[in-house]
T-cell receptor
Framework: NAGVTQTPKFQVLKTGQSMTLQCAQD?????MYWYRQDPGMGLRLIYY???????DKGEVPNGYNVSRLNKREFSLRLESAAPSQTSVYFC??????????????FGDGTRLSIL | DQQVKQNSPSLSVQEGRISILNCDYT??????FLWYKKYPAEGPTFLIS?????DKNEDGRFTVFLNKSAKHLSLHIVPSQPGDSAVYFC????????????FGAGTQVVVTP
């Protein structure tokens, strides 16, 4: 009963390095999301994919790219990491837009530190 | 510009008593509201939601109240239990915005014996 799986759980990068965060869901959901959470703030949407083959920007997309590899997998890439991208990253999925009986389900996060 | 605000960063309550968590929003286009609960080192888990056409939704020990005119909602937990100790996030959504949840900063709840 995995739900949403994120890898890795922890990562330390140096400024300028690149990295891809992986996310996979086994609930056959159409929609997937990437959020970041910073201290004292709520989760903020980086990118989302309403359905396989589509991706759209969220509230804070600068410095990130995403790929919806297939229905199950949605990756987040940092091309040139910056200290401001130090954060906890959460992937989520939902059936539809995440309302009614179809809320977003979250993974356990990737804790990313950029030195 | 934060559109969803949880002005109490923390709340301490005795076991068995009521916990009341508050949330205010500024965007009148929000028409769906959710509460998520988060334990350390885990992702948020969905708790309860309410549509703007209702003013109350209840699920076991959890009740959410919505006051649209005041742009305010609250989550009541009765009775509070030690396992309720967690961070609670209020989130809001425009149903036309396809899953673009706006989160508050969260309220840390500590339930003491």
């Amino acid at each position: 009963n995995a739900g949403v799986t994120q890898t890795p759980k922890f990562q330390v990068l140096k400024t300028g390095q690149s990295m891809t965060l992986q996310c996979a869901q086994d609930m056959n959901h159409n929609s997937m999301y990437w959020y970041r959470q910073d201290p004292g703030m709520g989760l903020r949407l980086i990118y989302y994919s309403a359905s396989e083959g589509t991706t759209d920007k969220g509230e804070v997309p600068n410095g990130y790219n995403v790929s919806r590899l297939n229905k199950r997998e949605f990756s987040l890439r940092l091309e040139s990491a910056a200290p401001s991208q130090t954060s906890v990253y959460f992937c989520a999925s939902s059936e539809g837009g995440g309302i009614g009986n179809q809320p977003q389900h979250f993974g356990d996060g990737t804790r990313l530190s950029i030195l | 510009d934060q559109q969803v605000k949880q002005n109490s960063p923390s709340l301490s309550v005795q076991e068995g008593r009521i916990s009341i968590l508050n949330c205010d929003y500024t965007n009148s286009m929000f028409d769906y509201f959710l509460w998520y609960k988060k334990y350390p080192a885990e992702g948020p888990t969905f708790l309860i939601s309410i549509s703007s056409i209702k003013d109350k939704n209840e699920d076991g020990r959890f009740t959410v109240f919505l006051n649209k005119s005041a742009k305010h909602l609250s989550l009541h937990i009765v009775p509070s239990q030690p396992g309720d100790s967690a961070v609670y996030f209020c989130a809001a959504l425009e149903t036309d915005s396809w899953g673009k949840l706006q989160f508050g900063a969260g309220t840390q709840v500590v339930v003491t014996p």
